[in-house]
């Protein structure tokens, strides 16, 4: 059990995807598997969404805002370790081809352009994640909306190559992205 989540958590034992918890959805525990290992990590994937402005909720701190309990019996001694998703990050990333079960994942991938011009970087076939173009975020997205289109603006794209980076929570493999001239279908 996870006590005030704020906001979203993928959660792992021992390297193994075991679920997800939305505070959204009004979520806060989750079945563990019974441990193979003599001594199981237990991994907590926090991604603080947006805020709550109103009433009591004004205050709307992130990440794991009090306590996480297995058994009733609260644990202790976190190693904390953030992802700082900006541009010497990234920079820094290495990408590998080889599968894996575990999501959580960079994507990287190129695309040439012979002119610019403002787009729209659809990302319908993504799960849930953060893209960025040529070094720039451009913004969120979510396979249950609102953001399934993120908008680029010329200025951020280069005649000939381009680069896209991607980190998605629960994809395990690259999909298909494309620009596109709206914002809607």
């Keep these: 059990r996870i006590t005030e989540l704020h906001d ?3 959660l792992f034992v021992d390297g193994k995807y075991i679920g997800k918890i939305d505070r959204s959805k009004g979520e806060n525990s989750i079945d563990l598997p019974a441990a193979i290992s003599s001594d199981p990590l237990l991994e907590i994937l926090v991604e603080g969404m947006g805020r709550v402005n109103f009433a009591e909720y004004l205050i709307d701190r992130k990440g794991i805002t009090d306590r996480v309990t297995l058994n009733g019996m609260t644990l202790m ?4 370790v953030n992802l ?3 541009e010497g990050f ?3 990333l290495t990408f590998d081809e080889k599968q894996t079960t575990r999501p959580g994942l960079f994507f990287k991938g190129s695309f040439e352009l012979d002119k610019t011009g403002d787009t729209y970087l ?18 969120r997205y979510w396979s249950i909306g609102p953001q399934k289109r993120l908008y680029c603006p010329a200025s951020w794209l280069n005649k000939g190559s381009n680069e896209v980076i991607l980190f998605d929570q629960h994809c395990l493999s690259a999909r298909t992205i494309c620009g596109v001239t709206a914002l809607e279908p």
């Design 84 to 86: 700082p998703m900006e």
């Design 8 to 10: 979203y958590a993928t």
């Design 122 to 139: 659809d990302v319908s076939k993504w799960e849930k994640g953060i893209a960025w173009i040529n070094g720039h975020n451009l913004g």
């Design 77 to 80: 001694n976190w190693e904390i």
């Design 90 to 92: 990234l920079k820094n």
